[in-house]
């Protein structure tokens, strides 16, 4: 694999794992600390996936965890992928995903801490892991038009 894929995970994963630490540390389970109008930092364990779905099924979404993250490293390896695009892209939904695999298996739920009160409470990982779905889907956009666009001026 790539050095940019492994740097780029451990960056998620680190970076993640720091910040769970300091609400942790700083703010009592159920607790916030209002930051701005619309950005609150709290500690909450969210027992579910994403919206809180499948609340309370925290062995099958780590088994879920633990298969894309083995699914991401299984197809760069059998595919000898090298667009740095879906690399990176890979790196950002693993390293997210670790983060929260971790959280399952320390405290039987993901630490959650953004709060915009408009929104669930999501964490850093969370965003890696849809910033890098969104890379892959914009990748996947590029180069279908691509595709299109030779297909158009072919005689």
């Known amino acids: ?6 740097f780029s995970a451990s960056t998620v994963f680190i970076l993640d794992r720091l910040a769970k630490l300091l609400v942790i540390v700083n703010i ?9 109008p619309y950005l609150n930092i709290v500690h909450i364990y969210n027992t579910g996936a994403a919206f809180s779905l499948f609340t309370g099924r925290n062995t099958i979404l780590m088994f879920i965890n633990a298969l894309i993250i083995a699914a991401l490293i299984i197809a760069i390896k059998l595919t000898g992928e090298k667009n740095k695009t879906v690399l990176f892209s890979y790196a950002l939904i693993t390293g997210g995903a670790l983060s929260n695999l971790a959280d399952r298996a320390l405290y039987r739920g993901v630490v959650d ?6 929104w669930p409470v999501f964490n850093l990982a969370d965003v890696a ?11 996947l ?6 595709k ?8």
Not at 1 to 6: A, H, I, S, T
Not at 28 to 36: H, K
Request: overall charge positive.
């Open 141 to 146: 956009l590029k180069n279908r038009c691509k």
């Open 113 to 118: 801490y953004i709060d915009f009160k408009v």
């Open 1 to 6: 694999m790539n050095k940019l894929f492994y």
């Open 148 to 155: 299109k666009e030779i297909k158009k001026n072919v005689p």
């Open 129 to 139: 892991i849809t910033a890098g779905a969104a890379l892959i889907l914009l990748d």
């Open 28 to 36: 009592p389970a159920g607790g916030r600390r209002i930051l701005a």
